[in-house]
C-alpha cells in the first residue's frame, strides 16, 4: 500500500508546529531500557557507541559487563544535551576501545541496563546479507514458492490467471488507455500490496545489480554473491545468485514496454495494480480482483532504460543474448522517452496501488543516460549526461535518494564505473565531498543517523533514505580507502539495528526487539496464525512524521524518531517494499566485506593498466605490476575483474584465466620482491561497448 511520498498541505499545517517544542515530550511507550546499542553487536575492531537517555546533564559513569556480570571494560558519558529527533537529553557512551570479541554483553548507565549485545558480529552481517537478498525470492509473483527454499513461506504462483485470480498474463488497459493486452507475469510484488511499479523496479533491481557490480569495482568478496549464495531455486546456472534474482525483476519490467506499433511504442507502462484495494491479509494466488496496466510515463520508461543498461554489462558474461535484448529495450525505451519527455504518472491514481508520481524526471534522464554510457561508451550519451543540470549539481541532498530522485544514482556509477568521461576525477570527488556531508550530519546526532532532513520532519521509508546515505558513504570508502567511511558505514547501522529512541531494531529476526508485524499482505500473522512474519531481513519502512494511517493516528505529534509502530495496519511507518530492502541489502554487502574493522590493509601491489590498441574490437594492454609491500610476493597472481565485455584470449609474460568477467593471471615472474616491477601483455577482444581499463586489482 505504499503511496506518494507527497504530503498535503493541511497535514504539514499539522504537525510542523510539533518541530518547535523546547522540552521533551513523553517517552513513547514502549521505547524500553534508557541504554540503547546496537542489538546484533559492534565489529571488533569497529567504532562502539551507545545513546543514554538521561535528564542529567553531566557525565555519568558507565560498566560494560560480560555475562558473568563481571565488569570489562568502563569510562564516563560524553553528554550531548537535547536532541530535537527523539525530543530527549541523551549522552553518549563511546567503548570503542574495547576490542574483545564476546556474547551477551550488557552496557549500564544512568540507572539503565541495554539489551544484551554481541562483539565481533562480522559473521552476523554476512547472514544479513543473504537474508535481506534472499528476501526477494517470496516476494517474487508468478511462480510457485517452495517450502524447501524458503521454509515456512510456501505458496501457489500468484496472479497467473488461475481462478478466482485474473492474473497478470494478459492484463488489459484502464478504460481508455489503450486497446491491447499484455503479458506481465513475474517480477516482485512491490510493497505490502500486490501492485508491481516499474519506477520502484528500477531503482530496486539497480541497487540488487550494483551490489555485485561493486566486486568488481573494490575490495569485495563477490564468492559470496556467486552461484549457490542465496536462497532461490536457481542454483546450478554459473550466474551469480544476485543476477538471477535481479533478472526475474527486469524480465517483468521488459513486458511492461509499449510494444512496436502501438501509440507510444517503446514507453513503460508505469505500474499493474488491482483495480481496487484488497483486505488484509490476501493470498496472490486468491486475489479476485480484476489488474489493471495504467498508462506509460516518461519516468517508468527512462527507469527501465537506465537498469536495463546496467543489466547489459553485467549480464554479458552470463548470457550474451539476454544482455543483448535488454540492451536494445534500453536504447528503444531512452528513444521513446526523449520523444515524450512529459508523460507524468497523475497523483490522483492511487486507487488499488500507490500513484509513484513525479513531476520531474530530469534526474531520471540523467541517471539513464550514465548507464548507457557507461555500458556502450557512445558519445551521444556522454554528451547526454555532459549536458544534464545534475552532472554539476550537488546530488548528495540531505532527503536522500530512492525512487523519485535518481541523479545520484547516475553519479554514483559515473564515479566509480571505469570510463573515460571528459571530468570523472571530478564526479569521484563529488562523491567523497558528499559522504562528508553525511558524516558531519551522524557526528551532530548523539544517535549518528545518516539522515538529516529538511524540516526536521522524517518521511515515508525514512529507515530506506538512512540506507541509501550510508550507499554514499560506503562507495566514498571504496573510492578513498580512508577508513573514517567504512567506520561511519558501521556507525550508521546501530540506528537501524537498535540504537534509536525505540530501542528498535527495524529488521526482521535481528535484535532482541526487532520488528515483525511489517504491513504486508501475505506475511500476515499478527492477524492468522497460521500465517508467517514477514522473513528475516525483511526491513521496516521506519519512522514517518506525517502519520498517514488511522493505526498510528495516537502518535500524531510524535518526535520523528517516535513516529513508528510496529503493527501490521500502519502502513505508512511499518511497510515493507522491495526499494527498502534493496538499500539494505547493499549496505549488509558492504559490511559482510569488512571483516572486524580495524585499519585498512595496504594493497600488496599497484598496477598501472594501460590500452596499447583498441581496434575493430580487439585490444591489447599491458599491466605494469609493483610490489608496493614490506615483503616478498611468492607464487602470487594478479586478479581483477573486466566492467565490459572484454575477453582475454592471450597473456605474454604470464598465463590468463578468465571466467566471466573475472581475470586470473599467473605471471611467468612467481617470485617478485619489495619494490620489484613486471609487466605481463594482455590480447584479446571485446564483444561491443567501451575498453574501459579494470577499476580494481589484486595481488595475492
Known sequence: MKRSLLVSAAVALLVAPVTTLATPAA????????????????????????????????????????????????????????????????????????HTPGTGLTLSAGGGTSVPFDVGVNAVYEKLRVDALS??????????????????????????????????????????????????????????????????????????????????????????LGDGSLRIPEHGDQVPDVLDEARWELEFMLRMQVPAGQPLAGMVHHKVNDRAWTPLPQDPAADPQPR??????????????????????????????FAARLLAAARTAWTAAVAHPAIYAPATDSVGGGAYDDPDVSDEFYWAAAELYLSTGEHAYQDAVLASKWHTADVFRPDAFGWKFTATAGRLDLATVPSDLP??????????????????TMRANPYEIAYAPTGGLFDWGSNSLVLNNLVVVATAFDITGDQQYRDGVAAGMDYLLGRNALNQSYV??????????????????????????????????????????????????????????????????????VNWNSALSWVASFLADQGEGGPV???????????????????????????????????????????????????????????????????????????????????????WGPDAAPAYFSCR
Request: charged residues 15%; proline residues 8%; contains cysteine.
Open 135 to 224: 528476501f526477494y525470492y517470496p516476494q517474487r509473483s508468478g511462480i510457485p514458492i517452495l517450502g524447501s527454499i524458503a521454509p515456512g513461506y510456501a505458496r501457489a504462483a500468484g496472479h497467473l490467471g488461475v481462478a478466482p485470480n485474473r492474473g497478470d498474463t494478459d492484463v488489459p488497459c484502464q478504460p481508455g488507455v489503450c486497446d491491447y493486452r499484455l503479458d506481465v507475469r513475474g517480477g516482485w510484488y512491490d510493497a505490502g500490496d500486490q501492485g508491481k511499479y516499474v519506477v520502484d523496479a528500477g531503482i530496486s533491481v539497480y541497487q540488487l545489480m550494483s551490489t555485485f557490480e561493486r566486486t568488481k569495482l573494490a575490495s569485495a568478496r563477490p564468492d559470496r
Open 423 to 440: 571530468d570523472r576525477a571530478r564526479a569521484r570527488q563529488s562523491v567523497v565531498d558528499g559522504a562528508k556531508k553525511y558524516l558531519a
Open 292 to 321: 489493471e496496466l495504467h498508462p506509460p510515463s516518461t519516468a517508468a520508461t527512462l527507469d527501465l532504460a537506465a537498469a536495463a543498461a546496467q543489466g547489459a554489462r553485467l549480464f554479458q558474461p552470463y548470457d550474451k543474448a
Open 508 to 577: 526482521t529476526g535481528f535484535g532482541r526487539r526487532a520488528s515483525h508485524n511489517q504491513h504486508s499482505r501475505m506475511y500476515a500473522h499478527q492477524l492468522n496464525s497460521a500465517l508467517p512474519s514477514p522473513p528475516p531481513g525483511a526491513l521496516a519502512g521506519g519512522p514517518n512524521s506525517w502519520i498517514q494511517d488511522p493505526a498510528a493516528s495516537s502518535l500524531q505529534g510524535c518526535a520523528p524518531q517516535l513516529c513508528y509502530l510496529d503493527d501490521i495496519n500502519s502502513w505508512s511507518t511499518n511497510e515493507i517494499a
Open 27 to 98: 517517552a513513547h511507550p514502549d521505547s524500553g531500557p534508557p541504554v540503547q546499542v546496537n542489538q546484533v553487536g559492534y565489529l571488533t575492531d569497529g567504532p562502539k557507541q551507545a545513546t543514554v537517555v538521561t535528564q542529567a546533564t553531566t557525565p555519568l559513569p558507565w560498566q560494560l559487563r560480560n555475562t558473568a556480570g563481571a565488569v570489562v571494560a568502563q569510562g564516563t558519558t560524553t553528554p550531548r544535551g537535547y536532541d530535537p529527533t527523539s525530543r530527549q537529553n541523551v549522552q553518549t557512551v563511546d567503548f570503542s576501545a574495547f
Open 601 to 687: 590493509p595496504a594493497p600488496a601491489c599497484s598496477v598501472s593498466y594501460r590500452r596499447l590498441l583498441d581496434f575493430r574490437g580487439l585490444f591489447l594492454a599491458i599491466a605494469a605490476v609493483r610490489n608496493t609491500s614490506g615483503h616478498t610476493l611468492h607464487d602470487w597472481k594478479l586478479r581483477y575483474a573486466y566492467t565490459g565485455t572484454q575477453k582475454v584470449n592471450l597473456a605474454i609474460n604470464g598465463t590468463a584465466r578468465q571466467t566471466a568477467a573475472s581475470v586470473e593471471v599467473t605471471p611467468w615472474q612467481w617470485r617478485l620482491g619489495p619494490g620489484e616491477s613486471t609487466t605481463i601483455l594482455l590480447a584479446g577482444r571485446v564483444d
